[in-house]
């Protein structure tokens, strides 16, 4: 039992990663195209609202996937042992780029949501505990505490994969209850980052173990 659920939360987090690897880039060329054809998108598309702030949202975006890259590479044992000076260099890079992602979606959040009060709520919440946790796996690294520097590491990652689970929430919320992509979006934030919670904290309480 315990075997299945492991390979399931890593094939899990794998196809949630590869969601949003493609989910990210479209939509990095989405929005370079309403900076160049704005008429070809509807004034209610994420692409629409984001006209006036496409700065912000490469500054979140980019790094969002590089992040994403990194970290999948961070968190295989084969490199990790083999490649250690790259290992250590790779991740202060990782921790810049989680500090520069959790930061813009905040302010993304605050200052631009797409969706509703929910939204913006949850997204500070998660933010401001993401960022701690960049800071813990930094801080515990430094002092060579790996064990709690590796569980760190993984809670950050894993719940801002919750940015993929989203996206399916979102599709059922909109299919199944009719809910208009605005109204879908603070709502699926809430459930994935929870589902995501949880789930990590299994992983690492019960799973991770040997
Ligand atoms: C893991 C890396 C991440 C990637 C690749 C990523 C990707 C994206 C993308 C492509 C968008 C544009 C809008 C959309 O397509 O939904 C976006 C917007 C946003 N992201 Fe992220 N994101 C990441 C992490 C996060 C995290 C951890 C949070 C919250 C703590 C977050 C919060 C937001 C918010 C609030 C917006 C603005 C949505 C709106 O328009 O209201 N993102 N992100």
Redesign the pocket.
Known sequence: MKIFLKYTFIAFGTIAVLI??W??TL??YNLHSVSVEAELFNTNS?EY??INHLLL?YL??IP??L??VLGAYQFIPFFRDKYLKLHRFTGKVFILLAAI??IT??V??VF????DML?TIV?II??TY?LYGTYKAYIYAKAKKINLHQKWVTRVYF?????STI?GIIALFMNFADYTLKEA?GIS?FLA?ILHLIGVEIWIRFLAKK
């Open positions: 949003l690897l989910a990210s939509k990095l994420i609202h984001y949202g979140h975006i969002g996937i992040f994403l992602i959790f979606a905040i993304l959040a631009v949501p797409f969706g939204e997204t998660f933010g993401l719940i801002a994969i919750a940015v996206r979006f934030f980052f």
